[in-house]
């Protein structure tokens, strides 16, 4: 990229976000935060360099820009991180949260690098746990011992080896913890709960520099904060958790012509209010195919499923049915594992109560004026048992039965796209948000400001505050659905 280019792209991306910002320091939450490593003295950084065990990456180094980069990567994410810490196991996540403390470094953590709002990276230290990628499968015992940096899809493969699976997200992509500290919810969520709810353990690197040994009776005010907040407190670098025995499943895609989506749409949530505990799907519109499908998952006996693929094949004639009998740890195959095939992409997603009629008559109202490679999507119907466990039985409160996620993704090649195509989605965001009571799932959160946090974590934000302020009273993990410590 020449000079001249390299300048109009800084400048296009500091219109888009509106935001502006100073070669060498960014001030973030009243701190100082170093941009550059040149600014940090060179036998400090030999040091830390010497320390980690998985390897250190500086922005004159190869490697640099694939480490920099999320999965969701737009002007709105895009950051470039002073260093990015290569962590191999526990130590080298405390020897960076030590390093960055010291350097007043902004720190970012990744697992899977999927968040929306692409907190996986920033303009500090990238904490990245890609190498700690264990997986221990108890069969006994019926429990995972997963590693800070494994993808849900992974934990699926080695569990389904024993005939088990756990309660993670849908997407094979995502990072195990990551999800998990998030709430997660997926396809087993109406059977056995959120991914939160069944975490049992986990070793936590707190802002102290101290390793913290998390469970029922160590630190259970903690436990309580991991599930569904867990980014606030500290880095996970391993966890525990439940899982259980499935078989074979019913799974796969039903594709229709986009021309019936309003019909499949309004089916697609009467459905879902009546559906059994075992039956999860997600409904998407795909305007440049021209297609809605429905990706389903049944974890019962297959005569039940058949039965209710029947309503499926009837509401309107499919163009393309996949769904068959396999293995649940086959879904850790699925092609939403995979990175978006353009260079940019972007979401906006919602959260609504319920799939009224008017949410559904505006939801096709932009996909008629979408532009190209747009998916709109309907994920993550709330029902089963993830909506029998109390609000405040855990940091994750979104418990309401017929609650549904309603995200827009976009994707595109070149810089110059970004500033149309960013405006429509958060034209749609806006539409598409409710009117007042606004609810944000943290995993699917895709917009931050004042009350934000307060709109994930409802009536548990107090309790939140204050544990905050005792686990992290300066707030060294903000890049995060953040929750302010108390003042005092």
């Excluded at 709810?197 to 309580?224: H, K, M, Q, Y």
Aim: hydrophobic share 40%.
């Amino acid at each position: 990229m020449n000079v001249k280019a390299r300048q109009s792209r800084r400048k296009f991306i500091k219109q888009t976000l509106a935001t502006t910002a100073t070669l060498g320091f960014k001030r973030v939450s009243g701190q100082v935060a170093t941009l550059g490593s040149s600014q940090i003295d060179s036998s400090a950084l030999k040091q830390f360099r010497a320390q980690l065990k998985g390897g250190l990456i500086l922005p004159t180094e190869s490697g640099y820009e694939a480490a920099r980069r999320v999965l969701f990567w737009n002007p709105g994410t895009e950051r470039r991180p002073a260093m990015v810490a290569k962590c191999a196991d526990a130590d080298d996540v405390r020897y960076a949260i030590e390093f960055a403390r010291k350097h007043r470094l902004e720190v970012a953590v990744r697992g899977g690098g999927q968040s929306m709002m692409g907190w996986g990276t920033s303009d500090g230290l990238v904490i990245n746990l890609a190498g700690m990628n264990r997986v221990t499968i108890n069969p006994a015992k019926r429990t995972a011992f997963i590693d800070g940096g494994v993808l849900s899809g992974e934990v699926i493969k080695a569990a389904g080896r024993y005939g088990l699976a756990p309660a993670l997200g849908q997407c094979p992509g995502v990072g195990a913890a990551g999800v998990t500290l998030g709430g997660g919810l997926g396809w087993l969520s109406g059977l056995y709960g959120a991914a939160c709810d069944n975490l049992l353990s986990a070793r936590l690197a707190t802002a102290d520099g101290r390793i913290r040994s998390v469970d029922a009776e160590s630190n259970p005010d903690l436990l309580w904060g991991l599930r569904g907040a867990g980014a606030n407190f500290g880095v996970v670098t391993d966890f525990e958790c439940r899982l259980y025995p499935i078989g074979q499943v019913t799974a796969g895609n039903i594709y229709y012509s986009i021309s019936e989506a309003r019909p499949i749409l309004r089916f697609f949530r009467d459905f879902m209010a009546e559906a059994p505990d075992s039956f999860q799907a997600t409904l998407d519109l795909v305007p440049g195919e021209g297609s809605v499908s429905v990706s389903l998952c049944h974890s019962g006996e297959a005569a039940e499923a058949e039965q209710l693929l029947q309503s499926f094949r009837r509401i309107a004639t499919p163009t393309r049915d996949t769904v068959k009998r396999e293995e649940f740890s086959e879904l850790a195959n699925l092609s939403t594992a995979a990175k978006p095939t353009l260079n940019y992409s972007c979401i906006a997603a919602i959260y609504r109560k319920e799939l009224s009629n008017d949410v559904i008559d505006s939801i096709l109202d932009r996909v008629s004026q979408a532009p190209p490679n747009t998916v709109l999507g309907v994920s993550h119907y709330m029902h089963g048992q993830v909506c029998r466990v109390g609000e405040d039985a855990t940091a994750f409160p979104l418990r309401q039965a017929r609650g549904v996620h309603i995200r827009t993704s976009l994707s595109w090649n070149t810089p110059a796209q970004a500033r149309h195509l960013m405006l429509w989605a958060n034209e749609t965001h806006r539409l598409l948000r409710p009117p007042s009571g606004e609810r944000i799932y943290v995993n699917y959160q895709t917009h931050a400001g004042k009350g934000s946090a307060e709109a994930v974590f409802g009536n548990n934000y107090s309790q939140l505050v204050a544990l905050k302020k005792m686990y992290d009273p300066s707030n060294f993990f903000r890049r995060n659905s953040n929750v302010e410590p108390a003042k005092t």
